[in-house]
């Protein structure tokens, strides 16, 4: 079954303590990317990737980590946790982003810092 | 960078139809994409756009004109489980893929 899987699926951590959330997809996409997901601001990107050692900005970067060491995995990383990391977040993926121009989304983590 | 502007919310009975605007500034514009999300779930993937014109799959349709820096998703026959929020999205010719902030539509008896 072609999927996007993210882990975990909820987590609840403390200010500072590093943490790692993995996206892996099996549809040999190129282009994967991060969203948080805070009420009323629709989905924000975070980092995206291009392909395999291609990663860029979203618009929300600051206090993110990623990587894109193989096609199918691209973790992201919080080195420090804050509060208003508190939120929502979907990994994607899609064939070639502009074409058809389909992100595949994973079930979603729910991360609360306190 | 890119904006997205849709309505915040939008009302509808069973049975009925409804547009959902979708207006945008870009810069790279690729096409328009549209996504369905329940409550808290994973958006789904409903349509895209990359030419101008209307594409239709099933009870849904959307439409885009790039010289008007406009898109519209269209619902037809409405039905309970149609209640969702909806995103108008779109990648540009970088990489980045911008979302709008969601329309909540909720159909009525």
């Known amino acids: 079954e072609a999927q996007v899987t993210q882990n975990p699926r909820y987590l609840i951590t403390v200010t500072g303590k590093k943490l790692t959330v993995t996206c892996s997809q099996n549809m040999n996409h190129e282009y994967m990317s991060w969203y948080r997901q805070d009420p009323g601001l629709g989905l924000r990107q975070i980092y995206y990737?291009?392909?395999?050692?291609?990663?860029d900005k979203g618009d929300v970067p600051e206090g993110y980590k990623v990587s894109r060491k193989e096609k199918r995995n691209f973790p992201l990383i919080l080195e420090s946790p804050s509060p208003n990391q508190t939120s929502l977040y979907f990994c994607a993926s899609s064939l070639s982003l502009t074409s058809p121009g389909e992100l595949f989304f994973g079930e979603g983590s729910r991360l609360t810092v306190l | 960078g890119q904006s997205l502007e849709q309505p915040s919310e939008v009302t509808a009975v069973e049975g009925a139809i409804v547009q959902i605007n979708c207006t945008y500034q870009t810069s790279g514009f690729y096409g328009l994409s549209w996504y369905q999300q329940h409550d808290g779930g994973a958006p789904t993937f409903l349509s895209y756009?990359?030419?101008?014109g209307l594409e239709e799959t099933g009870r849904f349709s959307s439409f885009l004109s790039r010289s008007d820096s406009y898109g519209y998703l269209l619902l037809q026959e409405l039905q309970m489980k149609d209640s969702a929020s909806y995103f108008c999205?779109?990648?540009?010719?970088?990489?980045?893929?911008?979302f709008g902030d969601g329309t909540t539509l909720t159909v009525k008896p």
């Open positions: 999205a779109a990648p540009d010719d970088a990489g980045k893929s911008t």
């Open positions: 756009n990359a030419l101008d």
């Open positions: 990737s291009m392909n395999v050692e291609v990663t």
